[in-house]
């Protein structure tokens, strides 16, 4: 869907539908409300009063008028109390009053911001509106071929303006393009299944997003990792007839001289678990294991995209993780890239051995930061649910910034130890590492393991095991791929000091 701004004025606009939002508990109808209100007689006002509508958080009513506005219908959408207010319930409420449109198979709509919904934040306000818009309307139906006509799309939001927000308006919406597009972009490669979203095909997926300024890529295959060394994510990919591929994506967009950011992708674009294999439940669910390295692809491109003064750098180990005759076996030991060696107890804590790699990697850079994002552990789902990332680093004021973006994107984290005792589960008795201490307390002593690879710089961990793949849809997140990540991490890099 296109997003314009168009200057004019909402009760003169032609359209479908007019989007207008209101509060819950408020007697007096909001401005532009009561303009159009006043030119069809009132009818929008008695519904209201009549308490047909309540104004609750993302409450949709369509008012049929027929008076002097040119637009067919009015979709009003509830905000919930005004001193409740924030940007996620302003995505969620847009994500819903475009749903509703779409139901109506309704093409173009028009609506015009009130900016006393939040009056210290325009910018904000403006990009919660169209990212709700946006990445609610999403839908993902590139292996349909059957119904496709009943697939309902609207085509354009016009945002109804005066001369005075204009330009305002237009810079923010292009912002958000670039954001919900990118953040669109993951839920695709995430939702393409494993036989489509090969380690090669991932490759060609960042190779594409260098036709941007300042970025560049660089894939290592199999033959280039082994004369690296790099074992653990080789003996990972072991058992598998696709080639691994570790994608590195270089974006300077500040001073050369300046220390990047690095930002760490888990590629897994099959678990099946390897020898220590999965119960076949749910086991499709893994195609999303790649959901990490697709982030930071999106995290790239919006970056590059955005012209953020930073410099980025993306790594993302690409692998399967399969059963086969040349698989890693329980028992067997690596040495990884940065010579320390592995015990493999489980073949299915796959993830920390390619990201193990990949964070050795990154020491090339002398990172400012390194940022990870994986589906890491099944048990962070348990300890903190569907919608929330788990977060472990070494450092208080780079989780700060990251919990900073988290409150601001709704990408939400929270925090969980890192105390030294965790690394006891992991020591092995005849290498220096096991891959797995067991199911007590598995999201930390996974990031126990990661620990050990990113020596002093500063590093924070986000499990995205819950949020990266749902199985219940929220306002602007369909079912299945949701695309996290993009939004946090974007949201943290435009606030970094030292731009
Ligand atoms: N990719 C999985 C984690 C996962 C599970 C993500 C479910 C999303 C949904 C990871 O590779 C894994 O298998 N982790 C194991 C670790 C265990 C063997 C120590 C887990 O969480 O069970
Ligand atoms: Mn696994
Ligand atoms: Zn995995």
Redesign the pocket.
Known sequence: MKINVKKGAIDKTAADAIILTMFQEEKELPADVAAIDARCGGIIGEVIKNGDISGKPSQVSVVYIKGKVPAKRIVLVGLGKRNEINPEKIREAFARAMQSLRNLNVKEAATVIDFSIMPNAKDKLIQAIAEGASLGLYQYNNYKTVGLEDVREIKQLNIVAGEKDYLLIDAEIKKAKIITDAVCMVRDLVSSPANDMTPSIMAINAMEITTRRNISCRILNREKMAEFGMNALLGVAAGSCEEPKFIILEYWGGKKSVAPIVLVG?G?TF?S?GI?I?PAE?MD??K??MSGGAAVLGALAAAADLKLRQNIIGLIPATE?MPSGTALKPGDIVKSYSGKTIEIV?T????RLILADALTYAWKYKPAAIIDLA???????IALGDDVIGMLGNDEGLKRQIAEAAKASGELVWELPLWEMYSEPIKSDIADYK?????AG?TIT?AAFLSKFVGDYPWVHLDI??P??RNKEKPYIPKGASGVGVRLIIEFLKNYPGK
């Not at 299915?348 to 993830?351: I, M, T, V």
């Open positions: 888990k897994l678990d678990g220590s999965k749910k669910e893994m999303s294991d993780n489980n299915d804590a796959e993830g589906t890491l552990t099944g048990a962070c789902i891959n797995s201490g067991g199911r598995s996974a095991a819950g990266a793949w």
